[in-house]
């Protein structure tokens, strides 16, 4: 295939992370070259995992590792099921009936004789396609790639799927203390960003302008944002309630921008419920605009992502990248990528939420100084070139009975 010009490549990231880095991911790959690997997860966009294959799979590509990205595909219940497990997971009850298990196993069934996995390595991610690998003869390793903070699963519904995901060869969670009693080796992966995306890269003021003005969002006052799927796990509501209190002290916009995963039947239903919420300094939008999303974590005096449950938390390395100091709550993936008053504020409640909006909205100093140190921690950990080594070292260990050898 001939190289295109206009696609990011390992290369550009010297600037960033320095040509010995680079030249380390040249290396790990050479043996790996013309490996066949393929991703598997259910949604194109919206959320986490969408947006780190899309620029992942292009820099395995230019690696030399023919990398592809494949989605599943399922009827509107069997997305209700699966988002119905993604809660139980982050320790909701689950009324997990025969018939619930009928129509997730089947309809994966179907999607795994539709696609004809004969792959080097089959990466499958999060629950929804998990039990694909009963439908095929291994011809490499098979990887599960779980993002969700599983500390507080439910037990029923893990004791289910561990008889899937003891098939793999290796399971990767995002952080050390999702580990699990599990026969399958584990490994932890914080995931990262792409800083050339449309959503991460530099963007001149006349081009926020332009976003703002077309989305009428007023820049008028300082604004206070959350990005983030529609998702109760993501407490919108409770960050318009600190909201409400911090504008007594400080005059402010809110802007809640959210958008709706295609695998994430409730989404609508959150986003709905919001509007109520609306006024003139509450500003609640549903929209897939990544521009956007780059324009609003750069202009936001402050970024919140009050989550009550976060396996990493995408949004906050992206604002954090921009020099936004973030508001984060203090859970799972958020409270590793921020440093409580340092580079940003852990919170663990809507008083502290709005205390820390205030705090932020006062003093400028205090929102630039955080804000160097957080672009600086992103640069440090959070860039995608570090995630891509990390799978390069697991592929460069897995020996030809599958097993991982020297990787630990
Ligand atoms: N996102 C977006 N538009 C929105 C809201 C979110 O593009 O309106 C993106 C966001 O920028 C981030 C991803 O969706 O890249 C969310 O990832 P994260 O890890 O924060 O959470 P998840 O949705 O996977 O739980």
């Known amino acids: 295939m001939t190289k295109n010009q206009d696609l990011i490549t390992v290369e550009d ?9 680079i030249e380390q991911l040249y290396q790990k790959s050479s043996r790996l070259q013309d490996l066949h690997v393929v991703n598997i997860n259910s949604t194109y966009y919206g959320g986490g995992v969408a947006e780190l294959l899309s620029s992942l799979c292009i820099l395995f590509n230019d690696l030399g590792i023919k990398t592809g990205w494949r989605i599943i595909q399922g009827s509107p219940d069997f997305f209700s099921i699966t988002k119905k497990m993604h809660n ?4 909701d009850e689950i009324n997990l009936s025969d018939r619930k298990k009928e129509i997730y196993e089947s309809v994966i069934h ?4 539709r696609n004809h996995l004969d792959h080097d390595m089959v990466i499958i991610h999060d629950p929804q396609p998990l039990p694909m690998i009963e439908h095929y003869r291994k011809r490499g390793p098979w990887t599960w790639r779980c993002h969700i903070d599983i500390t507080n699963r439910n037990k029923e519904l893990w004791e289910y799927l561990k008889q899937y995901i003891e098939k793999y060869d290796a399971v990767i969670l995002t952080l050390e203390e999702y580990k699990q009693d599990l026969r399958t080796p584990q490994l932890f992966f914080e995931p990262a960003i792409d800083p050339f995306s449309i959503k991460n890269k530099d963007l001149t003021e006349k081009e926020m302008d332009e976003r703002f003005e077309h989305h009428k969002i007023p820049n008028d006052l300082p604004i206070i944002a959350q990005v983030s799927r529609f998702d109760r796990w993501k407490d919108p509501e409770g960050v318009i309630r600190a909201f409400r209190e911090a504008r007594k002290e400080v005059p402010a916009t809110l802007v809640l921008l959210g958008n709706v995963a295609t695998d994430d039947p409730e989404g609508n239903e ?3 419920s919001l509007l109520d919420c609306q006024e003139e300094r509450i500003i609640i939008l549903s929209q897939q605009d990544s521009a956007l999303v780059n324009a609003i974590q ?3 005096a402050v970024i919140v992502q009050k989550s009550l449950r976060e396996g990493f938390g995408l949004t906050v ?5 921009k020099g936004t100091p973030v508001i984060g ?3 799972g993936g958020i409270r590793r990528q921020i440093k409580d008053g340092e580079n940003g504020f852990l919170v663990s409640s809507v008083e502290e939420t709005t205390e820390r909006m205030v705090q932020l909205i006062k003093d400028e100093n205090l929102r630039r100084e955080m804000g160097r140190k957080a672009r600086k921690s992103v640069e440090q950990k959070y860039l995608l070139v570090h995630y891509l080594e990390k799978y390069l070292d697991l592929f460069g260990s897995f020996s030809t009975n599958f097993s991982i050898q020297n990787y630990f």
């Open 317 to 321: 390395a992206e604002a954090m990248w």
């Open 110 to 113: 179907e999607n795994a004789v």
């Open 329 to 331: 709550g203090n859970v």
């Open 270 to 272: 959150v986003y709905e």
């Open 13 to 21: 990231y010297k600037q960033f992370v320095g040509p010995e880095k």
């Open 298 to 300: 750069r202009r936001a």
């Open 88 to 91: 139980a997971l982050q320790g």
